[in-house]
Nanobody, 125 residues
Framework: QVQLVESGGGLVQAGGSLRLSCAAS????????MGWFRQAPGKEREFVAG????????YYADSVKGRSTISRDNAKNTVYLQMNSLKPEDTAVYYC??????????????????WGQGTQVTVSS
């Protein structure tokens, strides 16, 4: 079992920045890839960013590419999502997820086995 706890969400003005954190526990963190997803009201949950076990490879949705950076600290069992130049359309609940069984893919929800409870990000215009 893997437990994931997100933090760092909040209310920010358009153009601002936030750094989300996701602390993992329960299994060896460096053994699984991680991802961030988000779900806006009335919309499906969508992929935001993914990172390989070592952190050497990262993947982004086009909607956040160039504005966001995913990183991980395996010594701290934590994955981060730095979001800059935030827009109102970034408003959503953000979830971190663990690909515990090593699907090898990053973009779809089905590739992830454990999920956090989510943290709300609200961007005001």
């Amino acid at each position: 079992q893997v437990q994931l706890v997100e933090s760092g969400g909040g209310l920010v003005q358009a153009g601002g920045s936030l750094r989300l954190s996701c602390a993992a526990s329960g299994r060896t963190f460096s053994n699984y890839a991680m991802g961030w997803f988000r779900q806006a009201p009335g919309k499906e949950r969508e992929f935001v960013a993914g990172i390989s076990r070592s952190g050497g490879s990262t993947y982004y949705a086009d909607s956040v590419k160039g504005r966001s950076t995913i990183s991980r600290d395996n010594a701290k069992n934590t994955v981060y999502l730095q979001m800059n130049s935030l827009k109102p359309e970034d408003t959503a609940v953000y979830y971190c997820a663990a690909d515990f069984y090593g699907s090898g893919s990053y973009y779809g929800e089905k590739h992830y086995d454990y999920w956090g409870q989510g943290t709300q990000v609200t961007v005001s215009s």
